[in-house]
């Protein structure tokens, strides 16, 4: 019953905290937002690496790994990411924390089931830009706030002892405010003009997934996995308000406004393929590498004319792996902590004033178990990295996250003989 509301206040806790601003990155300001879900703390710590069909931890990146659990499996994570923001001659910083995901998942004989939420995108930019034309300054600021949320149901069905399949239900809902204020200094105009954009979006997406494994030389676990996400569409619904405003010290105050109908619209989610492999000795060690492909990002900014941006076939390369000395040590707790290290590469797809923008990270962190029950950790796990490049008149983001993870596995279902 403990571990029931548990579960259920960490749920209604992810609810209000995935509606709080999450991102600062400038990148967000292009299509709807920087994608926030990576794995979980345990794959984030081998560089993102979601290929181990794991008996006690919830792989979120491979439905097919549902059906390896041994027990009922529960796993909340959060992080903090502290960034760097590096132009040719200025420097900023930020600081976020979130809470990244929840799920919980069940095994049934050669089944496995799992439902949990997680945010899919985060939208959060302050940009300003200034041009003259005709010995006349335009300056003009946007600002973005919002992302997506994804909720998800899954099943993975063991078909033989080293093949399974699985497949996730996900439902994308969320709103994303925009706003473009446009400000002329130089004629020392009182009032300054503003765009403001609430989308609300929703739609539906599926992540098909299969793994296989095998013993080598009766010692050795070889793992292959993959995933495919079919490309998919989102209705976006948006209100526009064009108005004039009297920008104070506290804020912007609305002097005129008017509201504009704008159709809805059907915005198409790019598919994306996964495949990596691995080998490693069950319970010791494991090491594997993975390579993601995504198709050309076609969501877009309704400013994106301001920059010239446009967007590329996306692709990430993953090293990682884990070691634990001796998982049933008795006598020295660190034997039994589980150790984790990786790097990633990731091209985003995203190119800006002709530079593609790519981004790259080395993580580690350490797993460590609660109690005599080998499942149930505490995981913490760093990684530092950097994104963007000061070319172009552009932006280098340096960041260092840390993340923290709570799985809990156990049998829940079981009845007791005597009271």
């Known amino acids: ?140 600021k946007f600002n973005g706030t919002g992302g997506l949320n994804r909720v998800f149901g899954g099943m993975s069905y063991k078909i033989t002892p080293k093949f399974s399949v699985g497949a996730d239900f996900q439902y994308n809902f969320g709103q994303v405010e925009t706003k473009s204020l446009t400000d002329i200094p130089s004629e020392q105009l009182q009032y300054a003009t503003r765009e403001k954009n609430n989308s609300d979006y929703n739609g539906m997406s599926f992540n098909f997934g299969a793994v296989y494994q095998t013993r080598l030389n009766n010692k050795y676990d070889w793992v292959t996995s993959a995933t495919y996400t079919p490309s998919s569409m989102l209705k976006s619904a948006t209100n526009r308000e064009y108005a004039t405003v009297l920008v104070t010290n506290r804020g912007e105050v609305v002097q005129d406004a008017i509201n504009v109908a704008v159709a809805d619209e059907q915005l198409k989610m790019p598919s994306k393929f996964t495949f990596g492999t691995g080998f490693g000795e069950a319970r010791k060690w494991f090491a594997g590498a993975e390579y993601t492909f995504q198709e050309s990002n076609e969501l877009g900014n309704r400013f994106d004319a301001v920059t010239d941006a446009g967007f590329e076939t996306s692709h990430r390369f993953t090293l990682g792996g884990y070691y634990i000395p001796k998982y049933m040590s008795f006598t020295s707790y660190l034997s039994r902590m589980t150790y984790r290290a990786g790097l990633r590469y990731e091209k985003t797809g995203l190119v800006i004033n002709g530079e593609s923008i790519n981004d790259m990270a080395v993580s580690a962190g350490f797993g460590f178990p609660m109690g005599n029950n080998y499942g149930s950790r505490l995981n913490v796990g760093f990684e530092y990295g950097q994104r963007g490049t000061t070319s172009a008149n552009l932006i280098k983001e340096n960041y260092f996250s840390i993340f923290v993870s709570l799985n809990i596995s156990e049998r829940w279902f079981v009845k007791r003989r005597y009271d």
Request: glycine fraction near 8%.
């Open 1 to 140: 019953m403990i571990k029931k509301i548990l579960a259920g206040f960490c749920l209604l806790l992810s609810a209000a905290s995935f509606a709080q601003e999450s991102n600062a990155s400038p990148y967000s300001y292009y299509g709807i937002g920087d994608q926030k879900f990576k794995g979980t703390v345990e794959n984030r710590m081998m560089g993102g690496l979601g290929i181990l069909a794991d008996s006690v931890h919830i792989n979120l990146q491979n439905p097919a790994t549902y059906s390896s659990l041994k027990f009922t499996s529960f796993t909340i994570g959060a992080s903090n990411s502290q960034t760097t923001f590096k132009t040719a001659s200025e420097e900023s910083k930020a600081n976020r924390t979130t809470l990244d995901y929840v799920a919980l998942a069940i095994p049934v004989k050669n089944f496995g089931f799992a439902i949990g939420l997680m945010p899919y995108t985060a939208v959060g930019y302050r940009i300003r830009n200034t041009s003259t034309e005709n010995n006349i300054t335009t300056e003009k």
